[in-house]
C-alpha cells in the first residue's frame, strides 16, 4: 500500500479554518485519497475522498495538488466537536475495500 | 438507520483467557471488518468478510484468533488464550459492498484489557 505522511499534531483556534496537510509521493494512478476522522473513544468516521479534482462535502473540502503527490483536508470552521484524529489513506481503486491506517493528525481546537 | 452495534463495550480478562466479542453490521451492507486498535496507533484490519465468505484475513493471527460470520449478518471474534499485547480496543466495520461502496461505517469498539 502507498504510504501517506500526515503532522503528528496541529491546533487551531474555534470557528477557525484549519488545513490538514497529507503527502503521498508514491500515490499511483489508481488510488483514492480518503480522509476518515476518529473522534475521543468512538470508530473512525468517513469524512470525505476524491481522485483528482477537488471535493467538498457538508463535513470538509478536500483539496487535491495537480501532481496528486500531497493533499489538504480544509474544515472551514473548526467546533470543538471537531477535535479529533485525522487519517489520511490511500486506497486502490481496483482493490478497494482495505483501509490502511498510519497515526494520523491530532487536531486540538482551542476557545 | 441504526449503525453498527458492538458488544461488549468494555472487557478485562487475564491472560490465556478466552474472549469472544460480537457485532451486528448495518442492514444490508454485505462487507464486514474486523480491526485492532492499539493505543496510539490507527487500526490495523484484522479479517474482512464478503457476505459469509473471509476475503482477507492475512493479518489475522490465526493461533489465537478466529472469526466467522454466520448467516452472513453477525459476526464473532474470538481470542484465546489471550496474551497481554492483545490489549487493544477491537472495532467492527461494514460496508454496502466491498468495491462500490466508499464508506466504511465503524462501531464505538469493544476495549479489551489483558492482566
Known amino acids: 500500500d502507498a504510504k501517506t505522511t500526515q503532522p503528528n499534531s496541529m491546533e487551531s483556534n474555534e470557528e477557525e479554518p484549519v488545513h490538514l496537510p497529507c503527502n503521498h509521493s508514491?500515490?499511483?494512478?489508481?488510488?483514492?485519497i480518503h480522509w476518515y476522522r476518529q473522534l475521543p473513544s468512538q470508530g473512525p468516521e468517513y469524512v470525505i475522498h476524491?481522485?483528482?479534482s477537488n471535493v467538498n462535502n457538508r463535513m470538509a473540502s478536500l483539496a487535491i495538488a495537480e501532481d496528486r503527490k500531497s493533499s489538504t483536508l480544509i474544515l472551514h470552521r473548526a467546533t470543538l466537536r471537531d477535535a479529533a484524529v485525522y487519517y489520511c489513506?490511500?486506497?486502490?481503486?481496483?482493490?478497494?475495500?482495505?483501509?490502511?491506517f498510519g497515526t494520523g493528525t491530532r487536531l486540538q481546537v482551542t476557545l | 438507520e441504526a449503525g453498527v452495534a458492538q458488544s461488549p463495550r468494555y472487557k478485562i480478562i487475564e491472560k490465556r483467557q478466552s474472549v469472544a466479542f460480537w457485532c451486528n453490521p448495518i442492514?444490508?451492507?454485505?462487507?464486514l471488518y474486523w480491526y485492532q486498535q492499539i493505543l496510539g496507533q490507527g487500526p490495523k484490519l484484522l479479517i474482512q468478510?464478503?457476505?459469509?465468505?473471509?476475503?482477507?484475513d492475512s493479518q489475522l493471527p490465526k493461533d489465537r484468533f478466529s472469526a466467522e460470520r454466520l448467516k452472513g449478518v453477525d459476526s464473532t471474534l474470538k481470542i484465546q488464550p489471550a496474551k497481554l499485547e492483545d490489549s487493544a480496543v477491537y472495532l467492527c466495520?461494514?460496508?454496502?459492498?466491498?468495491?462500490?461502496?466508499?464508506?466504511?461505517?465503524f462501531g464505538p469498539g469493544t476495549r479489551l484489557t489483558v492482566t
Open positions: 508514491t500515490i499511483s494512478g489508481t488510488d483514492y
Open positions: 442492514s444490508g451492507h454485505a462487507t
Open positions: 468478510f464478503q457476505n459469509n465468505g473471509v476475503v482477507d
Open positions: 466495520a461494514s460496508s454496502l459492498e466491498s468495491g462500490r461502496s466508499y464508506e466504511q461505517y
Open positions: 489513506i490511500l486506497r486502490d481503486r481496483r482493490t478497494a475495500s482495505k483501509l490502511t
Open positions: 476524491g481522485l483528482t
